[in-house]
C-alpha cells in the first residue's frame, strides 16, 4: 500500500522499481491446474466404457473456468503504473524473484508538475511487500 498525503500527483511506474517484476499473468500460470493426465485417463477409459465421457468435459470445463478466475485475481490484486492522486492511497502487490530480499526493494515515484523523484524503499518507508 502506497500513501500520498501530499497535494502532489505522483507518477508510479513499475519500471522505476530497482528489482525485476514477474508479470501476473506468468505466475497466475505457475498455479493452473492441468487435467492432461485426468483427460488422458478418462479417454482411455472412454474406449472402453462411453460414460466416462462426462467427467472428462466436466472436469476440463470446470479446470479451464478456475484457471479464468486465477488469472483474473492475480490480475486485479496487481500493482500497475498509474497516477496517485493527492491524498489517496493505491494498494496492490508486485511479484520479484524469490532470491530478492525484502530490504533490497525500492520504487521511484515522480512528482508529475515537478519531475522531483520521491523513492520508496521498504527499510525506509511503510510501504509493506509480501514476501
Given at each position: 500500500?502506497?500513501?500520498?498525503?501530499?497535494?502532489?500527483?505522483?507518477?508510479?511506474?513499475?519500471?522505476?522499481?530497482?528489482?525485476?517484476?514477474?508479470?501476473?499473468?506468468?505466475i497466475a500460470?505457475?498455479?493452473?491446474?492441468?487435467?492432461?493426465?485426468?483427460?488422458?485417463?478418462?479417454?482411455?477409459?472412454?474406449?472402453?466404457?462411453?460414460?466416462?465421457?462426462?467427467?472428462?468435459?466436466?472436469?476440463?470445463?470446470?479446470?479451464?473456468?478456475?484457471?479464468?478466475?486465477?488469472?483474473?485475481?492475480?490480475?486485479?490484486?496487481?500493482?500497475?503504473?498509474?497516477?496517485?492522486?493527492?491524498?489517496?492511497?493505491?494498494?496492490?502487490?508486485?511479484?520479484?524473484?524469490?532470491?530478492?530480499?525484502?530490504?533490497?526493494?525500492?520504487?521511484?515515484?515522480?512528482?508529475?508538475?515537478?519531475?522531483?523523484?520521491?523513492?520508496?524503499?521498504?527499510?525506509?518507508?511503510?510501504?509493506?511487500l509480501a514476501?
Amino acid at each position: 500500500m502506497i500513501h500520498n498525503n501530499s497535494a502532489r500527483y505522483l507518477s508510479l511506474n513499475l519500471n522505476r522499481c530497482n528489482v525485476p517484476i514477474i508479470s501476473p499473468d506468468d505466475i497466475a500460470k505457475r498455479f493452473h491446474t492441468s487435467t492432461k493426465g485426468r483427460v488422458a485417463g478418462y479417454g482411455i477409459a472412454f474406449l472402453f466404457f462411453w460414460p466416462f465421457a462426462i467427467p472428462a468435459i466436466v472436469d476440463g470445463i470446470g479446470s479451464s473456468k478456475a484457471n479464468k478466475k486465477l488469472d483474473e485475481d492475480f490480475a486485479r490484486k496487481s500493482l500497475r503504473d498509474q497516477t496517485i492522486s493527492p491524498y489517496s492511497s493505491v494498494n496492490g502487490v508486485i511479484f520479484v524473484p524469490t532470491n530478492i530480499r525484502r530490504s533490497e526493494i525500492s520504487l521511484t515515484l515522480i512528482d508529475q508538475q515537478s519531475g522531483e523523484p520521491f523513492v520508496l524503499s521498504t527499510d525506509k518507508t511503510s510501504v509493506a511487500l509480501a514476501q
